[in-house]
C-alpha cells in the first residue's frame, strides 16, 4: 500500500513518476480495445482519475501499468456497454480476442516504440511527409484530403500503406532484439 | 488475396475506424477480414497501438488536491516524426508526395472486398460519438509543481522548435477566426514576426500581416506560410492576398514551384499541396517565375489577368481573374472581411445579413421590428409610428408613410408624404413573390420586372407592396465594413405579373386595371428620388443616388399613387444595392 503517512505532495510526486514511466503501455492497451482515437482519449483521462482516487491501495512496487490496465478494462466495459446501442463495435467475440492480444502486447510498448522511431527514420520523405501532415500537425485525414484535393479514401490508403511499412520494420527489429 | 494485400486493406479500415470515418459497411468488411485469423488480430493490435503512440499528446489531467481545478501535465511523450521539418522546407517532396499516391494508386492490385452476409449487416450500428463528463476531485497539487518540474524535464519534448533567432520585419495585426496547428504556440495581434525558416501552420480563418515596409498580405487557412525576409513570404500551400505600395515594390511570395515579384499592385496568390499555383493581379504587375533550374520560365502578368502553373506539366496557361476569391481585408472588431466586393445588397440586410449574401431569402421586417420569415399575405393597417428593427445594426427601421410621417430613430419627419390608407401588404421583404387567398384568388409566383423573375439569390430584390418605408443606417454600414460608400443604385416598378392575373382579378371592382404606385428616396429626410404613378406597363424606373461620407439615413418608400388606392401595387426595388470602395 502507498504509505498513508507521505504527504499529498510527495503522493503526487510517486504518481506523477509512475505514470510518466507507464502512460504509453496503459495508452496503447487501451488504443488496442477502443479503436476510435477521441474515445480512447476520454477513457485514459477516466482511467487517470480513476488510478489517482485509488492510489491509496496501490502497491508500491507493485506493476503499476497492470494495475493501471486493469481500471482501464473496466472503464472499456462501461464505455462498451454505453456504446453497444449507438456505436460501432467490435463483436463480444472480437473484442475478447482483441483483448488477448492487448494483454500480452501492452507490456512491451515501450520497445515497439523504440523500434518505431527508428523505424520511422527508415522511411522515405514522401512517407514521413504524409505522417507528419496526418499526425504532427493534428490534421484529420478529411482535413488533409480537404487541402490536397486527394479523395479521403487515397488518403487513408497511402496511410495504410505507410503504416505496414512501418509494420514490417517494427516487426523485423523486435525478432532481432528478441523482444518477440 | 495476398497477406499483404489483406493487412493493408486492414490497416486502410483500421485507421478510419480510429478516425471515426468507418461506415456500417466497411466495419463489416473488417469483421470478415479478420474473420478466425489470428494473425489478423494481432496485426491489428499492433497496429492500434502504433497509431495510438503518433496520436499521443502526453496531456494528462491530474485533479487538484484541494478540489479546485486539474492541472494539466503536458509532455510530448515521444518524437517520432522529428527531422521531418526540413522535409516540409524542402518544396520539391510536395511533388514526390502526391507523385507517390498517384503511383501507388495506379500501380496496386484491386483490394477485393469482403461481402458480408445479411446477419453481419444487422449487427451494424450507427456511430455516434458520446462526450465523456469528468469530474475531477481531490486535493490540490499546489506545491507540486516545483518538485516535479525535475521529473517532466526528462520527458517534456517541444514539439515546434522555437523559432531561429531573425530579424523582425511584419506585425499580425488582425485575425479573422484563426486557429492554428499547434494552438500552444500564443499567436495574437500585435505579434511581432521574425524571418525565419520555420513554418507557421494555420488551419483555418485569416490573419493580416503588415511588413515594415507597408506591405500587407492576407493569408487564408488551411495554409502553411514562413517570412523569410522584410520583402518575402514562402507560402508552401493556401491562399494569400498582398497589397503592396510602391515604397515596398519587390515584395516577393514565394511558393514551391512559383516565384511572383511585385511591381507595385495587389494581387492574390493560390498554392495548392499538388504545387500547382494560381496568381491573380487586381492592380498593378507582377513578375511570375515558374519552374526549377534551367527550366525557368518568366512572363509578367498584369492587372485583370490570371495565370495557372500546373506542376505535374510544368506549364502556364491564362485563367480568368478572379478579383473575390481572396481575403483582401479583415476586420476582427467586427468579424467581418473584405472579398473585393464592390456592392453591398440591401435586400441581403433586409433578410438579416450584412449585406454580403449571409441573409434569408423570404425574410423581411415585419412591424413588430423583427427580421423573420414573412408569409402570411395580407393587407393590415400599419402602426402610426416608426419602428426600430431589433437584430440588425444596418435596418434602422420600418414605417407607413401617411402625410407627415417619422422615417428614423433620430426623429426626423417627412411631411411629403400623401395622405394613403394606412395599409400595407405582407412586410418588407428580401425576396419578391405575390399569393392572394382570399375571395381573390392568385397563385404564388415571382414578381417580373422586364421579363426577368426578382427575388432570388441571382436577382435579389426587396419587395415592399405599398404602403411600405424602410430605412438604412449608412453609418453603420460604413463602421462595420470599412468601406466608402459612392452611391445607391436599384431598379424599381410593379411587376408585370399583375397583367398575367389580371383575368381572376378584374371582377373585383377594388381590382383596377392599371394600379398606381409611386417610388421614392429619401436621404436624411430628403428626397432624392421619385418616380409618381407608375404601373406595370411603364418601362422600369432606374435609380441613381449619390452618397456622401456624411450621409446617414437612406430611406426607400413606396406609396398608393393617384388612384388612391394600393390595392394592385406590387411594387419592388430590384437588385437595390449600395455601390462601394476601399476607403
Given at each position: 500500500m502507498v504509505d498513508k503517512k507521505l504527504d499529498n505532495n510527495r503522493a503526487t510526486e510517486v504518481f506523477l513518476s509512475l505514470l510518466m514511466a507507464n502512460q504509453t503501455r496503459i495508452r496503447a492497451y487501451i488504443a488496442a480495445l477502443v479503436p476510435n482515437s477521441n474515445d480512447a482519449d476520454d477513457i485514459m483521462q477516466e482511467t487517470i482519475t480513476v488510478m489517482w482516487s485509488k492510489f491509496a491501495d496501490y502497491e508500491v512496487g507493485s506493476n503499476f501499468s497492470a494495475w493501471g490496465t486493469k481500471i482501464a478494462y473496466y472503464n472499456i466495459l462501461t464505455y462498451r456497454r454505453k456504446k453497444s446501442k449507438t456505436g460501432l463495435h467490435f463483436s463480444e467475440d472480437l473484442f475478447e480476442r482483441f483483448m488477448e492480444a492487448a494483454d500480452r502486447k501492452y507490456s512491451t510498448s515501450d520497445e515497439r516504440l523504440q523500434a518505431l522511431r527508428n523505424c520511422v527514420k527508415k522511411l522515405v520523405p514522401a512517407d514521413r511527409k504524409l505522417l507528419k501532415l496526418r499526425y504532427d500537425l493534428n490534421s484529420t485525414v478529411k482535413h488533409v484530403a480537404g487541402c490536397t484535393g486527394e479523395p479521403v479514401k487515397r488518403i487513408y490508403r497511402a496511410l495504410a500503406r505507410t503504416h505496414h511499412k512501418l509494420y514490417r520494420c517494427v516487426r523485423r527489429t523486435l525478432v532481432e532484439k528478441g523482444v518477440i | 488475396m495476398s497477406d499483404s494485400k489483406k493487412y493493408i486493406r486492414l490497416s486502410e479500415l483500421m485507421l478510419s475506424f480510429c478516425d471515426g470515418d468507418l461506415t456500417p459497411v466497411e466495419m463489416a468488411e473488417l469483421e470478415a477480414l479478420i474473420g478466425d485469423d489470428d494473425e489478423a488480430i494481432e496485426y491489428c493490435v499492433d497496429l492500434l497501438m502504433d497509431n495510438s503512440f503518433f496520436c499521443q499528446t502526453g496531456q494528462v489531467s491530474v485533479p487538484n488536491k484541494s478540489g479546485g481545478d486539474s492541472s494539466v501535465v503536458s509532455s510530448k511523450i515521444v518524437e517520432l516524426l522529428s527531422g521531418a521539418d526540413e522535409i516540409l522546407e524542402d518544396s520539391s517532396f510536395d511533388l514526390e508526395v502526391w507523385k507517390m499516391l498517384a503511383d501507388a494508386e495506379r500501380a496496386a492490385e484491386g483490394l477485393p472486398r469482403q461481402k458480408c452476409s445479411s446477419q453481419e449487416q444487422e449487427l451494424i450500428r450507427k456511430v455516434e460519438r458520446q462526450k465523456g463528463n469528468y469530474t475531477i476531485k481531490r486535493s490540490s497539487l499546489l506545491t507540486f509543481a516545483a518538485s516535479i518540474a525535475a521529473i517532466l524535464m526528462v520527458v517534456i519534448?517541444?514539439?515546434?522548435?522555437?523559432?531561429?533567432?531573425?530579424?523582425?520585419?511584419?506585425?499580425?495585426v488582425d485575425s479573422l477566426n484563426a486557429k492554428w496547428a499547434d494552438a500552444t504556440i500564443p499567436v495574437g495581434h500585435g505579434m511581432r514576426l521574425r524571418t525565419s525558416h520555420t513554418p507557421m501552420f494555420l488551419r483555418e480563418g485569416m490573419v493580416e500581416v503588415l511588413f515594415d515596409n507597408n506591405a500587407q498580405v492576407v493569408i487564408e487557412g488551411p495554409a502553411e506560410f514562413c517570412v523569410m525576409g522584410d520583402d518575402r513570404v514562402q507560402l508552401s500551400y493556401g491562399m494569400l492576398y498582398a497589397e503592396v505600395p510602391n515604397e515596398a515594390i519587390g515584395f516577393t511570395v514565394n511558393t514551391p514551384t512559383v516565384k511572383v515579384i511585385d511591381l507595385g499592385t495587389e494581387f492574390g496568390v493560390k498554392a495548392g499541396f499538388n504545387g500547382d499555383v494560381e496568381l491573380h493581379v487586381v492592380k498593378g504587375k507582377t513578375t511570375m517565375i515558374s519552374g526549377h533550374g534551367g527550366q525557368k520560365a518568366s512572363q509578367d502578368v498584369i492587372a485583370n489577368e490570371a495565370k495557372l502553373y500546373s506542376a505535374q506539366g510544368q506549364t502556364t496557361s491564362d485563367i480568368q481573374c478572379a478579383k473575390q476569391q481572396f481575403a483582401r481585408d479583415i476586420d476582427s472588431t467586427h468579424q467581418f472581411y473584405w472579398r473585393g466586393q464592390e456592392v453591398i445588397s440591401l435586400a441581403d440586410m433586409v433578410g438579416?445579413?450584412?449585406?454580403?449574401?449571409?441573409g434569408m431569402l423570404n425574410a423581411g421586417v415585419s412591424y413588430e421590428g423583427q427580421i423573420g420569415i414573412l408569409d402570411a399575405y395580407s393587407s393590415d393597417t400599419g402602426p402610426t409610428e416608426f419602428v426600430p428593427v431589433q437584430g440588425s445594426a444596418f435596418v434602422d427601421g420600418v414605417f407607413i408613410p401617411n402625410g407627415p410621417t417619422q422615417i428614423n430613430t433620430a426623429g426626423v419627419f417627412y411631411d411629403g408624404f400623401e395622405q394613403t390608407n394606412n395599409k400595407y401588404w405582407l412586410g418588407v421583404l428580401n425576396g419578391a413573390w405575390h399569393q392572394i387567398d382570399l375571395t381573390v384568388k392568385v397563385t404564388r409566383h415571382q414578381l417580373r420586372l422586364n421579363g426577368f423573375e426578382y427575388g432570388t439569390e441571382d436577382r435579389p430584390a426587396i419587395y415592399m407592396a405599398s404602403n411600405q418605408g424602410v430605412t438604412f443606417d449608412l453609418q453603420a454600414i460604413r463602421q462595420h465594413t470599412g468601406m466608402r460608400i459612392r452611391e445607391f443604385t436599384s431598379l424599381c416598378g410593379l411587376s408585370e405579373t399583375y397583367g398575367d392575373h389580371w383575368d381572376s382579378m378584374?371582377?373585383?371592382?377594388?381590382?383596377?386595371e392599371l394600379p398606381k404606385a409611386t417610388f421614392q428616396v429619401l436621404v436624411d429626410g430628403e428626397s432624392r428620388f421619385i418616380k409618381k404613378d407608375m404601373t406595370y406597363k411603364d418601362p422600369v424606373g432606374t435609380i441613381s443616388v449619390e452618397l456622401t461620407p456624411t450621409d446617414r439615413y437612406l430611406t426607400l418608400v413606396t406609396t398608393q399613387g393617384s388612384d388612391k388606392?394600393?390595392?394592385?401595387?406590387?411594387t419592388l426595388f430590384a437588385e437595390p444595392v449600395l455601390q462601394i470602395e476601399q476607403k
Open positions: - | 519534448f517541444i514539439k515546434f522548435a522555437p523559432p531561429k533567432t531573425g530579424v523582425e520585419v511584419a506585425t499580425l438579416g445579413g450584412n449585406g454580403f449574401g449571409i378584374k371582377k373585383y371592382s377594388h381590382f383596377m388606392s394600393n390595392n394592385g401595387d406590387w
